[in-house]
């Protein structure tokens, strides 16, 4: 691999800091970063040949078969411990029978030939790793373990040997991330509540039910959730066990390789939603405490746990926890073919005090003693590596901290992401929709929490994701219409609530599309108008499926409102896609009348044009524009296929016209509505 140019003279300025002047202090941190990850390249190219070498711990640690010399290497990072013996049904769980030899830097390591064991370790055999520490013995499981099994009875989880007779057939050579997908149209989605049977989904029905729905509605990435082996249904696939093993809950490895390949032939990128922010502190199914040192993996004492999550935290200063972390990075890309990341949990990394219970109001936040360094060297390593790994991959950061240079190249100052979050946006539309009336709503305000985002930085802005809709909370959908979402969705129901909602749902959806960032994300059903929250099987709620499912009988009755919010969601991501939109530089407020609660504005050629008042349309609404010609609406709310009011005609083409010695446009601006308009 080649080395990332870092070289920058004493003297230099920064990209990043020549964009924002308030940076200058803290040029001396930044070029200290970079120096820190021109070493730390130098030493791994120096022990390990190159970054991508290095991050091949997986093809080492754990069980893998060697055909060379026909059987199977076991080999285990734990440098405290004081034996270990590999156990299952290939030795009859016997404890002593199959003794690891401690070799250099802390690994332990056992070969068990095909002469003795062809017919005893198979696809499908069971087996673990019995750790004699000086704090007692257990059996665990492997740090590498491809893939876990739990036992129906008595829930206990037990590795398990796979390895198919031939391996997965790909079709997906044609697919390249930057000819499908030029901006992000990102489904976020769960596979196991992918269904609306009250049960665990399958890989395969994903496939085969939800990815054609993905496909017509144009979405270009999949984001998928709870992929890493975790041992609670409930977390959400955020208290991670097992890195390396894919959710057994929802199949097979080769079952979630076919979803990827038919993503990929439909033109659909596969986001991995990975958690390198932390790891699930259950010693039976994870890392924590595994040679009996209190640290290895992670931090020992207070430091190694969340004090919020209730998790453990990885030591990033570890070269082994480095190399185990980019390992896993590499392992899912090239394994499973995902086309990139969604890292989890990234201000948690950044800071020592993980962003609980603080507000990030002074750049010097982002660069003193409270930065995890670190954690950002690591960062800087990832991304580097996942480039390297696969052209034009993406990464998404979930911060909600903003840092600077978070989502710029290593090389101009930033840490290498593509894309961060928009966090602040589904925040404030739950805050308005919560505590403030329809009429009270401030356009200014509005229009500076779309907008505001660091130049030359990349956000994904979405109105609500999987957050949001989390038990105790409720789809956006059901904070607008509340109880009427259950009795008054029929397709012939003038309920006022219902209308509102509708009305509101669709221009929320596209003013966040429109004004907040360079991608957008939904969250699976919520594009529809789904109803409820997400609570998935626990002791509180008798362990229902009720609120873990997705129920597309809603938008699929013909007699209900729900398949209108799901053809506007599909005409809103065909505009977007065929305009360009996302790829254009932000928006140019035109427009922002408080008295009629108009707000207009400009991106990509297009007109925006929103009244979001309660009541009041206003014939013959006069407003500039910054190119004169002839429009046409090209998208409005109102169209009766939206179960609107039909009170524009879509048809009527609009010309421009010299008033006050500016250019304007004239429209019929209707209530409740959102128009967007192009030149013709």
Same mark, same amino acid.
């Given at each position: 691999?080649?080395?990332?140019?870092?070289?920058?003279?004493?003297?230099?300025?920064?990209?990043?800091?020549?964009?924002?002047?308030?940076?200058?202090?803290?040029?001396?941190?930044?070029?200290?970063?970079?120096?820190?990850?021109?070493?730390?390249?130098?030493?791994?190219?120096?022990?390990?040949?190159?970054?991508?070498?290095?991050?091949?711990?997986?093809?080492?640690?754990?069980?893998?078969?060697?055909?060379?010399?026909?059987?199977?290497?076991?080999?285990?990072?734990?440098?405290?411990?004081?034996?270990?013996?590999?156990?299952?049904?290939?030795?009859?769980?016997?404890?002593?029978?199959?003794?690891?030899?401690?070799?250099?830097?802390?690994?332990?390591?056992?070969?068990?030939?095909?002469?003795?064991?062809?017919?005893?370790?198979?696809?499908?055999?069971?087996?673990?790793?019995?750790?004699?520490?000086?704090?007692?013995?257990?059996?665990?499981?492997?740090?590498?373990?491809?893939?876990?099994?739990?036992?129906?009875?008595?829930?206990?989880?037990?590795?398990?040997?796979?390895?198919?007779?031939?391996?997965?057939?790909?079709?997906?050579?044609?697919?390249?991330?930057?000819?499908?997908?030029?901006?992000?149209?990102?489904?976020?989605?769960?596979?196991?509540?992918?269904?609306?049977?009250?049960?665990?989904?399958?890989?395969?029905?994903?496939?085969?039910?939800?990815?054609?729905?993905?496909?017509?509605?144009?979405?270009?990435?999949?984001?998928?959730?709870?992929?890493?082996?975790?041992?609670?249904?409930?977390?959400?696939?955020?208290?991670?066990?097992?890195?390396?093993?894919?959710?057994?809950?929802?199949?097979?490895?080769?079952?979630?390789?076919? @979803?990827?390949?038919?993503?990929?032939?439909?033109?659909?990128?596969?986001?991995?939603?990975?958690?390198?922010?932390?790891?699930?502190?259950?010693?039976?199914?994870?890392?924590?405490?595994?040679?009996?040192?209190?640290?290895?993996?992670?931090?020992?004492?207070?430091?190694?746990?969340?004090?919020?999550?209730?998790?453990?935290?990885?030591?990033?200063?570890?070269?082994?926890?480095?190399?185990?972390?980019?390992?896993?990075?590499?392992?899912?890309?090239?394994?499973?073919?995902?086309?990139?990341?969604?890292?989890?949990?990234?201000?948690?990394? @950044?800071?020592?005090?993980?962003?609980?219970?603080?507000?990030?109001?002074?750049?010097?936040?982002?660069?003193?003693?409270?930065?995890?360094?670190?954690?950002?060297?690591?960062?800087?390593?990832?991304?580097?590596?996942?480039?390297?790994?696969?052209?034009?991959?993406?990464?998404?950061?979930?911060?909600?901290?903003?840092?600077?240079?978070?989502?710029?190249?290593?090389?101009?100052?930033?840490?290498?992401?593509?894309?961060?979050?928009?966090?602040?946006?589904?925040?404030?539309?739950?805050?308005?929709?919560?505590?403030?009336?329809?009429?009270?709503?401030?356009?200014?305000?509005?229009?500076?929490?779309?907008?505001?985002?660091?130049?030359?930085?990349?956000?994904?802005?979405?109105?609500?994701?999987?957050?949001?809709?989390?038990?105790?909370?409720?789809?956006?959908?059901?904070?607008?219409?509340?109880?009427?979402?259950?009795?008054?969705?029929?397709?012939?129901?003038?309920?006022?609530?219902?209308?509102?909602?509708?009305?509101?749902?669709?221009?929320?959806?596209?003013?966040?599309?429109?004004?907040?960032?360079?991608?957008?994300?939904?969250?699976?059903?919520?594009?529809?108008?789904?109803?409820?929250?997400?609570?998935?099987?626990?002791?509180?709620?008798?362990?229902?499926?009720?609120?873990?499912?997705?129920?597309?009988?809603?938008?699929?009755?013909?007699?209900?409102?729900?398949?209108?919010?799901?053809?506007?969601?599909?005409?809103?991501?065909?505009?977007?896609?065929?305009?360009?939109?996302?790829?254009?530089?932000?928006?140019?407020?035109?427009?922002?009348?408080?008295?009629?609660?108009?707000?207009? #504005?400009?991106?990509?050629?297009?007109? #925006?044009?929103?009244?979001?008042?309660?009541?009041?349309?206003?014939?013959?609404?006069?407003?500039?524009?910054?190119?004169?010609?002839?429009?046409?609406?090209?998208?409005?709310?109102?169209?009766?296929?939206?179960?609107?009011?039909?009170?524009?005609?879509?048809?009527?083409?609009?010309?421009?016209?010299?008033?006050?010695?500016?250019?304007?446009?004239?429209?019929?601006?209707?209530?409740?509505?959102?128009?967007? @308009?192009?030149?013709?």
């Amino acid at each position: 691999m080649k080395t990332p140019d870092l070289t920058v003279a004493s003297t230099a300025i920064l990209p990043i800091v020549q964009q924002d002047s308030w940076l200058e202090p803290f040029e001396p941190v930044l070029l200290a970063r970079q120096e820190r990850l021109r070493q730390r390249l130098q030493e791994i190219e120096q022990s390990h040949g190159s970054l991508s070498k290095f991050a091949t711990a997986h093809q080492q640690m754990g069980l893998n078969y060697d055909a060379r010399r026909r059987g199977y290497w076991y080999r285990e990072w734990a440098p405290a411990a004081e034996g270990l013996f590999l156990v299952g049904d290939f030795n009859g769980w016997d404890r002593a029978a199959t003794p690891l030899k401690k070799g250099e830097n802390g690994v332990w390591e056992v070969f068990l030939s095909d002469k003795e064991y062809k017919d005893r370790l198979t696809h499908y055999s069971r087996y673990k790793v019995h750790v004699v520490t000086h704090r007692g013995a257990k059996d665990r499981l492997p740090a590498t373990l491809r893939r876990a099994v739990q036992d129906p009875e008595t829930k206990d989880y037990t590795g398990q040997v796979w390895r198919p007779e031939a391996p997965y057939t790909w079709t997906d050579q044609k697919f390249r991330i930057n000819n499908y997908v030029r901006e992000p149209f990102i489904y976020e989605c769960h596979i196991g509540m992918a269904t609306e049977e009250g049960k665990v989904s399958s890989y395969l029905e994903f496939a085969e039910k939800v990815l054609p729905r993905v496909q017509a509605l144009g979405y270009n990435c999949l984001q998928l959730m709870a992929v890493m082996e975790h041992p609670y249904y409930g977390s959400f696939g955020y208290h991670v066990a097992n890195f390396f093993a894919v959710s057994s809950r929802f199949g097979t490895p080769e079952e979630l390789k076919h @979803l990827i390949n038919e993503a990929h032939n439909r033109g659909i990128a596969v986001l991995l939603d990975v958690v390198h922010s932390h790891a699930v502190k259950n010693e039976a199914e994870g890392l924590a405490d595994f040679d009996g040192s209190g640290g290895q993996y992670f931090h020992a004492g207070p430091r190694g746990n969340h004090p919020g999550w209730d998790s453990k935290l990885f030591n990033y200063g570890q070269p082994e926890v480095q190399q185990f972390l980019l390992s896993n990075l590499r392992y899912w890309l090239e394994e499973f073919h995902f086309d990139g990341f969604r890292f989890d949990g990234v201000t948690s990394m @950044l800071y020592h005090h993980h962003g609980e219970g603080v507000a990030f109001s002074s750049y010097a936040q982002y660069f003193g003693p409270e930065a995890d360094e670190d954690a950002i060297l690591y960062l800087q390593l990832a991304s580097t590596l996942v480039q390297e790994i696969k052209r034009g991959a993406l990464l998404i950061a979930e911060d909600m901290s903003g840092l600077p240079g978070l989502c710029r190249p290593i090389s101009e100052g930033g840490v290498g992401f593509n894309y961060r979050l928009g966090m602040g946006i589904p925040d404030y539309w739950i805050k308005l929709l919560k505590h403030r009336r329809d009429e009270d709503w401030n356009l200014g305000e509005l229009w500076y929490t779309l907008t505001n985002r660091r130049v030359g930085e990349k956000t994904v802005a979405y109105a609500e994701s999987h957050d949001q809709a989390l038990v105790g909370d409720k789809t956006l959908a059901h904070w607008l219409m509340d109880a009427a979402i259950y009795s008054h969705m029929s397709k012939n129901d003038p309920d006022p609530v219902v209308a509102r909602g509708m009305a509101l749902h669709k221009m929320i959806r596209l003013i966040t599309l429109a004004l907040g960032g360079e991608a957008y994300l939904t969250f699976i059903g919520n594009e529809f108008g789904h109803p409820e929250w997400v609570d998935f099987p626990r002791q509180g709620n008798d362990w229902s499926y009720h609120y873990a499912r997705r129920q597309w009988s809603l938008a699929d009755n013909p007699d209900l409102k729900y398949q209108y919010l799901l053809a506007f969601d599909k005409a809103m991501i065909g505009m977007a896609k065929s305009r360009r939109l996302l790829a254009a530089a932000h928006a140019h407020l035109l427009n922002n009348d408080p008295e009629n609660q108009v707000l207009i #504005f400009e991106r990509g050629g297009l007109i #925006f044009v929103f009244n979001f008042h309660v009541e009041r349309s206003v014939p013959d609404y006069r407003f500039f524009v910054p190119k004169p010609g002839r429009y046409r609406v090209v998208l409005s709310s109102d169209s009766p296929q939206f179960d609107g009011f039909n009170r524009v005609d879509d048809a009527l083409i609009y010309e421009t016209f010299q008033e006050d010695e500016v250019d304007k446009l004239s429209l019929y601006v209707t209530s409740r509505t959102a128009l967007v @308009l192009a030149r013709v």
